[in-house]
């Protein structure tokens, strides 16, 4: 019977998060780990193998918008598989929900473009999670580094290079959903982080490292003014600064997760050494990767 297999990226905030919930810009750029998922038509009833994933509602409720979007109904075998561990806020959740539609939409031949893909995307992730920007669904469709305004009310991509980002993950998984939801919007604070966007995503276009990293900082700062960093990613962004990297912030929703630190090549690697003096572990992952595509089986 046929089989399709799609896959998709996963994500890092690299300036704007929360900010982004509240109608703000953001820059997220996608990573080389990708999450897959293969779909089979089969006589049985459908069924969902996802070995590496505690929640299959990403999946459940790509297939229900789906199938009631397009009336389609056959019975299906989904299988998804990740490159990476979900408590590292890489965006599974949403890579897996963007593969399962693409997935379903070549199964089905049913022509999508992005940004109809995105709506799909994003309706899962308001009814899963109830709380979001949409910036990790445009990440898994789009692919490379984007300027994004909150629901996809703008979605541009960036014409950058791979930057020279070092990753490092706090050994403490945060709670998204929770940390959007108790955050005391504060819009003086969002206002500044507005100001950083802008000016990084110029500075990201003409290749302007040193000025976007201090521009990395400064966000983180406003941050910290927001309660969503932690003494451990205080730290470790800390210690990449003292080694040489041009800048650092937490990336993501804050509370654990990852840090992000950018910097000079000559730099890289007494940068990993201090996050990991302050107890960091180095995620080794490119970014600017490719979007949601076929895989050959
Ligand atoms: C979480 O990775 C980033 C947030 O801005 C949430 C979102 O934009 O969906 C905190």
Redesign the pocket.
């Known amino acids: 019977m046929k089989k399709i297999k799609t896959s998709a990226p996963g994500?890092l905030?690299l300036f704007?998060?929360?900010?982004?919930?509240y109608d703000y810009p953001?820059i997220v750029t996608s990573i080389s780990p990708r999450v897959y998922v293969e779909i089979e038509g089969i006589k049985e009833r459908s069924r969902i193998e996802a070995p590496q994933v505690k929640n299959t509602q990403f999946v459940e409720r790509s297939i229900d918008i789906f199938n009631k979007k397009y009336h389609l109904s056959d019975n299906l075998l989904i299988r998804t598989y990740s490159d990476f561990s979900s408590q590292y806020?890489f965006?599974s959740s949403s890579a897996i929900t963007v593969a399962t539609i693409y997935a379903l939409s070549k199964y089905y031949k049913v022509e999508l473009t992005n940004k109809e893909i995105f709506e799909l995307g994003f309706k899962v992730?308001k009814q899963v999670q109830g709380?979001?920007?949409?910036?990790?669904i445009a990440a898994a469709i789009y692919g490379g580094t984007l300027y994004f305004v909150?629901g996809g009310k703008v979605i541009e991509p960036l014409s950058i290079d791979k930057l020279p980002l070092i990753i490092g993950y706090s050994g403490i998984k945060a709670d998204?959903s929770n940390?959007?939801k108790n955050?005391k919007a504060d819009f003086n604070i969002f206002d500044n982080i507005k100001k950083i966007v802008e000016s990084a995503k110029l500075n990201l276009v003409k290749g302007e490292l040193e000025k976007t990293g201090e521009l990395m900082s400064q966000n983180h700062m406003y941050l910290q003014q927001l309660g969503?960093s932690t003494k451990k990613l205080d730290n470790m962004c800390l210690a990449a600064i003292s080694s040489g990297a041009y800048g650092a912030k937490l990336?993501?929703?804050?509370g654990g997760?990852c840090m992000i630190a950018l910097a000079p090549l000559d730099k890289m690697k007494s940068v990993e050494s201090a996050i990991i003096n302050m107890g960091g572990e180095i995620i080794d992952v490119n970014n600017n990767s490719q979007g949601v595509k076929l895989e050959n089986i």
């Open positions: 994500k905030m704007g998060e929360h900010a982004v919930v953001c806020g965006g992730v709380v979001g920007s949409g910036f990790d909150t998204t940390l959007i955050l969503v990336s993501g929703a804050g997760d």
